[in-house]
């Protein structure tokens, strides 16, 4: 056993976490089998939360830190997004436009608000675990080859990825492989850096609140 998977046994807390999780994942992936599909799982959000679950059993810092740009980054543009449009009886923005459409099954949608609490367990979890600086290159890799494979077994009108309708606009600026390897340069500069720079800004306010990385 390593010292990461002995730290993610012995934490009560960290345990408790995965055990809590654990149980949101059980009810969470047949509700998007029946209310969207398989295709679902490959929105890169949804992938951070079989890697987060992981991740919290086993203690792997890297691959733990490694999701913390797209679920923090993620949740900071839904989040407001979805608030304002339930203020105001309908969608505000393109971000979280299906969360009103009543064609998509109620529930699937609903399952959609672990956007909200998932970047708080995965800052919580870092603090408990620690934070891996190779993250940022690890989540790059990781869309290198989850973007491809979502343009090629996806369907275009799913919208997977925004790889077809970016912010609920049409590509329709250049070939669809062209856009691809496009995206697989923004997420990085637009999602994933910006996303890690911040969970370490957090950790640091944190510190001098007087609560310092337990790692």
């Known amino acids: 056993m390593t010292a990461l998977n002995a730290t993610a046994t012995a934490d009560p807390a960290l345990r408790r976490a995965a055990i809590t999780f654990s149980l949101w994942m059980v009810f969470w992936i047949p509700v998007i089998l029946w209310g969207y599909g398989p295709q679902n799982f490959l929105w890169l959000c949804n992938i951070a939360q079989f890697l987060v679950l992981y991740s919290l059993w086993t203690g792997n ?3 733990l830190s490694s999701q913390a740009g797209t679920v923090v980054m993620v949740g900071i543009f839904w989040t407001p997004d979805f608030l304002l ?3 105001s009886g ?3 923005g393109s971000f979280t436009a299906y969360m009103f459409n009543p064609e998509n099954p109620l529930l699937a949608r609903a399952t959609s608000l672990y956007h909200i609490f998932l970047p708080v367990l995965i800052v919580w979890a870092l603090h408990r675990v620690g934070y891996d600086r190779r993250a940022p290159l690890l989540q790059t890799a990781l869309a290198v080859v989850v973007l491809p494979a979502t343009w090629l077994l996806t369907e275009a009108e ?3 990825n925004w790889l077809t309708e970016p912010m609920g606009i049409e590509q329709v600026w250049m070939p669809d492989p062209a856009f691809v390897l496009l995206m697989m340069f923004l997420y990085p500069l637009l999602l994933f850096w910006p996303g890690h720079g911040l969970v370490l800004l957090v950790r640091r ?3 001098r609140c007087g609560l310092p990385p337990v790692k």
């Open 205 to 207: 306010i944190l510190a």
């Open 90 to 92: 309908g969608a505000w």
């Open 158 to 160: 799913r919208n997977i």
């Open 85 to 87: 449009g339930a203020i």
């Open 61 to 63: 810092r890297l691959l």
